[in-house]
């Protein structure tokens, strides 16, 4: 995963596209270049490194910064070919520093195209599969094709994802694009044009966008875009909506927070209230839509914290609407789950930025097996609200850590919502009951604002500090409390960078209890319920071994304190949906334990936010 930005207009490219590139480092920030061309020559700076740091410009980014010229491309990058090194950041470049390109996605056939370049002559000097790119163009150029017809040409001679943009010196006012499996969007401005991996990235500079589709080429000029079909190079731009963001760049900021992860912690009281207001109408026709029962079934698809949220959508469905789910991380169902699909399966990907290339791929193979497709995401005009059936978003606003947090709790609130829907029109509630379970989620927001009052989060950032050094962890809990241990364990293996497990706490029993001694800190997520009397019990049995418990209960429930260390408070809520409210303190105790340990938080070491390869 990488971001790439391009733009071409009447002000300094390098300034733009370094800023543009700050805001999308949340793809990858293990190195960064610009490429820009002035009175004819190419410019090049790149490096190893992060373009901020605490915040702070580095002086790699000032170094980009200063390349003169009114057009240009950058990138940031997550390594996947080659180290993160200064020879292998990106732009890369043809033999005579004529053509530059920057690249997102991996080029699977680089070897052969090297080594076949390599026998014509060409020099490399990276590790990297997207080098093949500009010798590949400067091949075709060499044989008398202009730039466009070598990109064109080079473009497809490459398997495998990209987006690509290419500048060259003999046709200084053009930036060449070129998408597959990776996202791209171009944005019109009104004294230049850009490109970028995704919107946020240009939000500032414009909120006309045009998302570019697989298999099309992109010429983008200072007054002029064009978008062509790569195949026939049909020219297809009248074709394509021009998007209107809403969204206002200035949320994209941190606004005083130290991390965009404290600041998007806090938003989910509003993330989770916009969502169930604004997308309340779309949840209930989608409520229906399963409610027909046309389907025989119905898989969860998703990664990570997504998959965490199918998983609470599993334990509500099942127990508000007795509707069974099943829940199945992208990656293992785009190569085993796949068979299972057939026209009466209902696929509903999870997904907060809509590019995550295993649940793209997980939707594909649904859609080309004849399945019905519902996407949950977070971004208007995402790969994945063009490839599916229908659509359903939350509005959370953009998010920025890599550590998912605001999405997540209104994953949730979606997924609660169209499970009462479901409940209702299955006859597994009544209206009554209905409408009181959504006055209970119409309560979330507040309830997130509790746990977020300082007090109390001042009390986990002190659990934060004190047990910064303990190596390995255990997160339990039952029922619905599962997903919510789960959650807690990810975010802390992901910033804090300490190990963690989650278990269903029955499970114990079964093998882990022999690595529960004294100290080891055990997270217990303890909400009210069906399963509250076993869970106590389980925290009596590692209690009992020596392990360090810190509890989440709901307030005022005096049972748990006898076998914990620490008990964290939460708003009292109904079992099946405490992971919206139980999951945030532990959100809030890995990003302290994070901090207490120098690390940054916003951008934990070989991940990124948005995973586009595989
Ligand atoms: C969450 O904290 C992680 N960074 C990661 O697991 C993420 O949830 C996963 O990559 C899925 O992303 P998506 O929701 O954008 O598809």
């Not at 009462?420 to 009544?430: K, P, Q, S």
Request: glycine fraction near 8%; charged fraction near 30%; include cysteine.
């Amino acid at each position: 995963m990488c971001g790439i930005v391009g733009y071409v207009g009447e002000r300094d490219a390098a300034p733009i596209i370094v800023e543009s590139l700050v805001r999308l480092e949340y793809r990858g920030y293990d190195s960064a270049g610009v490429a820009t061309i002035h009175e004819g020559r190419l410019y090049v700076e790149k490096d190893a490194g992060k373009l901020t740091e605490g915040g702070e410009p580095t002086d790699l980014q000032r170094r980009l910064k200063s390349l003169p010229g009114k057009i240009g491309i950058g990138h940031t990058r997550w390594a996947t070919h080659g180290d993160p090194t200064r020879e292998n950041a990106h732009p890369h470049t043809d033999c005579r520093d004529r053509i530059a390109v920057v690249h997102n996605g991996i080029i699977e056939n680089f070897s052969e195209l090297r080594q076949e370049l390599e026998e014509r002559g060409h020099r490399f000097t990276s590790e990297t599969d997207t080098e093949v790119v500009p010798h590949l163009i400067e091949e075709f150029m060499s044989e008398g094709k202009s730039f466009f017809d070598a990109f064109v040409e080079a473009v497809k001679r490459l398997e495998g994802s990209y987006a690509i943009a290419a500048i060259c010196v003999d046709e200084p006012d053009v930036i060449l694009a070129a998408r597959k499996e990776s996202p791209l969007v171009v944005g019109l401005g009104e004294d230049g044009n850009f490109l970028a991996s995704d919107i946020p990235a240009i939000l500032p500079e414009t909120n006309e966008v045009i998302p570019v589709d697989d298999g099309e080429v992109v010429v983008v000029k200072r007054d002029e875009v064009k978008i062509l079909d790569a195949e026939t190079l049909r020219d297809v731009t009248d074709e394509k909506e021009v998007q209107v963001v809403e969204e206002d760049p200035h949320r994209l900021e941190r606004h005083g927070y130290p991390h965009f992860m404290l600041k998007e912690i806090h938003e989910q009281p509003e993330a989770v209230r916009n969502t169930l207001t604004i997308e309340r109408d779309r949840l209930v026709e989608m409520a229906e839509e399963l409610a027909r029962g046309e389907y025989r079934r119905l898989y969860i698809v998703a990664c990570g914290t997504s998959y965490h949220a199918g998983l609470g959508a599993k334990y509500a469905m099942e127990m508000l609407a007795r509707f069974p789910v099943d829940v199945v991380i992208a990656s293992e169902f785009r190569y085993v789950t796949r068979e299972l699909v057939d026209e009466e399966t209902l696929v509903l990907a999870i997904s907060q930025s809509g590019e995550t290339a295993d649940t793209l791929a997980a939707v594909r193979e649904a859609n080309e097996r004849g399945a019905t497709t519902i996407a949950l995401t977070n971004v208007v005009g995402s790969t994945i609200t063009r490839e599916v059936d229908h659509v359903m978003y939350t509005h959370a606003g953009f998010e920025k850590a890599v550590a998912a947090t605001k999405t997540y709790t209104a994953q949730l609130a979606a997924m609660y919502t169209l499970t009462v829907e479901l409940a209702r029109r299955l006859g597994e509630l009544t209206d009554k009951e209905a409408e009181e379970y959504h006055e209970e989620l119409d309560r979330v927001p507040e309830m997130l604002e509790r746990v977020l009052e300082w007090e109390r989060e001042r009390e986990v950032a002190v659990l934060g500090g004190r047990y910064k050094e303990r190596p390995n962890w255990f997160f339990i809990g039952r029922g619905p409390g599962y997903p919510t241990a789960m959650e807690g364990a990810l975010k802390l293996k992901e910033i804090t960078y300490q190990h963690a497990e989650a278990y269903p706490a029955g499970e114990l029993k079964h093998g882990p209890l022999a690595l529960i001694e004294e100290g080891v800190p055990v997270v217990a997520v303890a909400q009210r319920g069906g399963v509250y009397e076993k869970m106590l019990a389980n925290i009596e049995e590692v209690k009992a071994r020596g392990a360090t418990v810190i509890t989440v209960a709901e307030e005022g429930d005096e049972n748990v304190e006898e076998h914990s260390d620490h008990v964290i408070r939460v708003p009292r809520i109904s079992e099946v949906f405490s992971p919206i409210v139980y999951t945030v303190p532990l959100q809030l105790l890995a990003y302290y334990m994070s901090v207490a340990r120098g690390i940054d938080p916003d951008y934990p070491r070989n991940l990124a936010k948005s995973v586009t390869v595989e």
